[in-house]
């Protein structure tokens, strides 16, 4: 019976997968949750830190790995949502979280933050690079960079080189990085990697950052190698945010019904945070706890040399040079 059940799950999984619609839906997460008996993640006594987490996936990440027994450090640019959110958590776990001010768009506050962070001695197991933004309209930070890349691109490569010392330290390290089913339609482009050049479409800028994300992953596996810590990206399916509801509005207003909510989407991050080290695959992308392709459109495949590229890339733009 259980041979049985585990084929239909394996089969079930395959064809939503395939055919995407019901894969990235509240469908494939119920399915496969239930299908495949899942247990909750493991997490308990664990320094995770999440970026992003006044809303959305973060603020649901930070509160399930909280009632969970992680030890959780929120990082957000606004403190008062912060600090509303970490009352929340208190309210409905009992748990104290720790609270971190820090804007990934400023590289300067990228630094300032992670040299606190490591001179305060704090350990780190885990961080869950997930805060990105999609803004309107084509915005460029005070530093010249264009936000959606200077933010889901450089400020989350350097935060994570930054912090990688210090996770470098945990007995089984993680960097967790939230990208998105968008990036299916993108590949990376080096003549134009703030895509200057085009004009501004949210969505589409957005996929080309969300492939860096995948792209920045796999290469810091490739040169960590399997000794260290792990490099795992993943996309949360189709969930519902207040990010994704003001961009996508007519989205939302079609597939509302079968959007997941922020908690599902969460949860392969936590799961890939707490699962035993032999059942990940280190560099690679995953959805509903499982590895998934990383092409599926043709022109968005990239290589170890591109990889070694884009790392290249980030540490020049951002004047930060990797150890």
């Known amino acids: 019976m259980a041979d049985i059940r585990g084929s239909l799950a394996k089969a079930a999984d395959q064809i939503m997968d395939f055919t995407v619609v019901p894969g990235f839906s509240a469908i494939g997460y119920k399915t496969r949750s239930r299908l495949s008996g899942w247990e909750e993640p493991q997490v308990a006594g664990r320094s995770v830190m999440v970026t992003g987490t006044t809303s959305g996936l973060g603020e649901a990440a930070s509160l399930d790995l909280a009632r ?13 949502k912060g600090e509303a959110v970490r009352a929340q958590i208190k309210a409905e776990t009992g748990a104290d979280t720790h609270l971190h001010i820090c804007d990934l768009s400023d590289l300067d506050s990228v630094r300032g933050f992670a040299a606190e962070f490591v001179a305060s001695g704090e350990g780190l197991d885990v961080l869950v690079n997930n805060a990105g933004v999609m803004p309107p309209e084509r915005t460029k930070t005070k530093a010249g960079f264009e936000v959606t890349f200077a933010t889901n691109v450089l400020g989350t490569w350097l935060l994570t080189e930054l912090l990688l010392p210090v996770i470098r330290e945990s007995a089984d390290g993680r960097v967790i990085t939230m990208s998105s089913g968008g990036m299916y339609s993108s590949g990376f482009d080096f003549e134009d990697p703030q895509l200057e050049n085009t004009d501004y479409k949210p969505t589409a800028f957005y996929a080309q950052t969300k492939r860096a ?6 290469a810091w596996a490739e040169r960590e190698g399997d000794d260290g810590p792990y490099f795992l990206a993943m996309h949360p399916g189709w969930a519902v945010t207040a990010g994704m509801t003001a961009a996508l509005p007519g989205f939302h207003r079609v597939l509302g019904p079968i959007l997941r909510d922020s908690h599902e989407g969460a949860d392969t991050a936590l799961w890939l945070a707490g699962a035993d080290r032999d059942e990940l695959e280190n560099g690679e992308f995953y959805c509903d706890r499982a590895v998934r392709t990383r092409y599926r459109m043709p022109g968005t495949r990239d290589s170890a040399e591109d990889r070694r590229r884009l790392l290249e890339l980030c540490a020049e733009l951002s004047d930060q040079v990797p150890d």
Do not use: I, S, W
Not at 68 to 80: K, P, Q, Y
Not at 213 to 218: A, F, G, N, S
């Open 68 to 80: 969970l027994g992680a030890d959780v450090h929120m990082v957000c640019r606004n403190r008062e």
């Open 213 to 218: 994300e995948v792209m920045l992953t796999q």
